[in-house]
């Protein structure tokens, strides 16, 4: 970190700042230029306050060098996290497809809806049992006798599962899911992160809809730093001044996220988009963009289905746009194992 010292700042108050850098086990060199003072500050920088430091009187700039995502950044682990899931892989030269309803609504409609992704070339089935909806008189999910019908699909199908946990109170009850879902509305609930970086459970870390990628990173950091290193990255659209879609899919994050961390990272056209004639075009664009894989939600009843109708892929549309994934993997050397 290079901070930049205003130009006729009283040498005392310089000599404070020093002090309470030193005392965070940091080592300050002053570098002296032609009519200016800067200080480099050596060592782990991660746990300093940027904005503490940059709001003192003597700081004119201050230059991160550093990430402040040790664990998940690149500059540490340059080569791609591949994390593996019963055999199903996840990151390097891997793509997965994740496809399902939105929400499980019965045993017979998960297992039917898996069926289907599954034979259009799905590689894991997604179905939310505990829904974290806008309106708290919308449909909440099955919870927890959702998560059994899903895997009861499971079972029936061959497939690893994915579902989404709101409170950390119900960990206990994802025990044989394979990885857990943490969705935009919980990406800064750090209580919840933490818990789940004491597991080794793979967790899919969605981005909130107003976080920017620092933070983002930071909150799959939150996870690492308690030991769980399985955490996949997941962009699902961000709110922009845009009203025509539900989300604007945030597509340049792929390839940036990707210089900076070395972790899988997927992208949901689904929840981006908000409309079904969109999921097709923007998970084609996803590919393009270099991603690890996609999220998408079918069904086969969209009109009847109980939530986010209005975007998901009917059975034979799924099926058509992974035929087109599989055609454009060998552009972006990227195969489904
Ligand atoms: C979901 O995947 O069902 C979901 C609620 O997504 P998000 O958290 O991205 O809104
Ligand atoms: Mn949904």
């Known amino acids: 970190m290079i901070i930049v010292i205003k130009n006729g700042s009283e040498k005392k108050e310089v000599d404070r700042l020093v002090e309470k850098i030193n005392s965070m086990g940091l080592v300050v060199n002053e570098l002296c230029g ?5 200080l480099s500050v050596i060592g782990d920088t991660s746990a300093i306050d940027v904005d503490l430091i940059n709001s003192s009187a003597v700081v004119d700039k201050l230059y991160r060098i550093q990430d402040p995502y040790r664990i998940a950044g690149r500059n540490f682990h340059p080569q791609d996290t591949v994390i593996d899931v019963d055999g199903v892989k996840f990151g390097g030269d891997n793509f997965q497809i ?17 069926k289907a992704v599954k034979a259009a070339g ?21 919870k927890e006798e959702g998560i059994s019908f899903l895997l009861s699909a499971k079972k029936e ?5 994915i579902t989404e946990i709101v409170s950390v ?4 009850l994802f025990k044989d899911v394979d990885i857990i879902q943490v969705g935009a509305r919980n990406m800064q609930n750090y209580e919840l992160l933490r818990e789940l970086g004491r597991s080794d459970k793979p967790v899919l870390l969605k981005r909130s809809m107003a976080a920017t990628i620092e933070e983002w990173l930071m909150s799959a950091e939150y996870i690492m730093s308690e030991g769980n290193k399985n955490v996949i990255l997941c962009e699902r659209g961000i709110r922009t001044f845009e009203p025509s879609t539900r989300c604007t899919l945030d597509l340049s994050a792929v390839p ?4 900076k961390t070395h972790l899988p990272v997927f992208v949901d056209p689904s929840h981006a988009a908000g409309k079904t004639e969109l999921v ?8 393009g963009a270099g991603a690890d894989g996609i999220m998408v939600e079918v069904h086969d009843d969209p009109l009847c289905s109980l939530c986010d109708g209005a975007q998901a892929l009917l059975p ?21 194992q």
Not at 98 to 114: K, L
Not at 280 to 287: H, K, R
Not at 327 to 336: D, H, R, T, Y
């Open 280 to 287: 097709g075009p923007m998970a084609l664009a996803s590919v």
């Open 316 to 336: 034979e549309d799924f099926d058509s746009v992974v035929e087109k994934i599989k055609a454009m993997l060998p552009v972006v050397g990227k195969s489904i």
């Open 256 to 259: 940036l996220v990707k210089g």
């Open 98 to 114: 994740i496809a399902g309803p939105c929400s499980v609504e019965s045993e017979e409609q998960i297992i039917r809806i898996a």
């Open 157 to 161: 199908v061959g497939l690893p599962v």
């Open 122 to 142: 799905a590689t894991v089935l997604r179905g939310g049992a505990y829904k974290p909806r806008s309106s708290p008189y919308a449909f909440q999910g099955l």
């Open 169 to 172: 109170n119900h960990l206990e």
């Open 34 to 38: 032609f009519g200016a003072t800067a």
